[in-house]
């Protein structure tokens, strides 16, 4: 059982909006930097947004993050087939002193 | 940015070791607050953080393996190594090694993120 909490799976039509939650604790999203990792079907993850909701260099702004408590969430615009995925959610938790993270949602883009 | 290529044996025997080993090219891993990382995602389940090595060559692992991961590296291969003891079928995954960002203090809201991931190697136990 992870210590992030998100929905198993997600779907929309392409070329629309999608939204995914990630669910923790004071000791991990509340006090706590989030990101959020794309990992496309047989590859590695991939960074998408760090510090709640800064993108790396190369990452188009159809992905976006917030924060707001002790829940986190990734937004995904203009839905794409490739953005067909399973994404995770990930914080340090000060009080396991752990990196930790969510047990990842599958997108699927209809 | 970096390339990280996970290396070792595929096939591991219950009870005996792991040994893994992540070759870095484009950086070094000693380069001032470069933190380089494993992580480890069992077939169709999550991502599980084993643990980290400072640029300094200071460690930090995931206590819940209970002492069995042991990271360590090879500064003129430019190599990090994870070596996990006591292997069960449970240990059986896909492992990452990774270069990532860690701020964790007492005063401020921590940062530790996995920047860049190698491709990851299957490390199967089984007799």
């Known amino acids: 059982q992870s210590v992030l909490t998100q929905p198993p799976s997600v779907s929309a039509a392409p070329g629309q909006r999608v939204t995914i939650s990630c669910s923790g604790s004071s000791s991990n999203i509340g006090n706590n930097y989030v990101s959020w990792y794309q990992q496309l079907p047989g590859t590695a993850p991939k960074l998408l947004i760090y510090?709640?909701?800064k993108r790396p260099s190369g990452i188009p702004d159809r992905f976006s993050g917030s924060k707001s408590g002790t829940s986190a969430t990734l937004g995904i615009t203009g839905l794409q087939t490739g953005d067909e995925a399973a994404y995770y959610c990930g914080a340090w938790d000060s009080t396991l002193s752990v990196a930790v993270f969510g047990g990842g949602t599958k997108l699927t883009v209809l | 940015q970096p390339q990280l290529q996970e290396s070792g044996p595929g096939l591991v025997k219950p009870s005996e070791t792991l040994s893994l080993s992540c070759t870095v090219s484009g950086d070094s891993i000693t380069t001032t607050r470069s933190f380089w990382g494993w992580i480890r995602q069992p077939p169709g389940k999550g991502l599980e953080w084993l643990g980290t090595i400072y640029y300094s060559g200071i460690t930090d692992y995931n206590s819940a393996l209970k002492s069995r991961v042991t990271i360590s590296r090879d500064t003129s291969k430019n190599q990090f190594s994870l070596m996990l003891t006591s292997v069960t079928a449970a240990d059986t995954a896909v492992y990452y090694c990774?270069?990532?960002?860690?701020?964790?203090?007492?005063?401020?809201?921590?940062?530790?993120?996995?920047?860049?991931w190698g491709p990851g190697t299957l490390v199967t136990v089984s007799s």
């Open positions: 990774a270069r990532l960002t860690s701020e964790v203090t007492n005063w401020g809201p921590a940062r530790y993120y996995f920047n860049f």
């Open positions: 510090d709640n909701n």
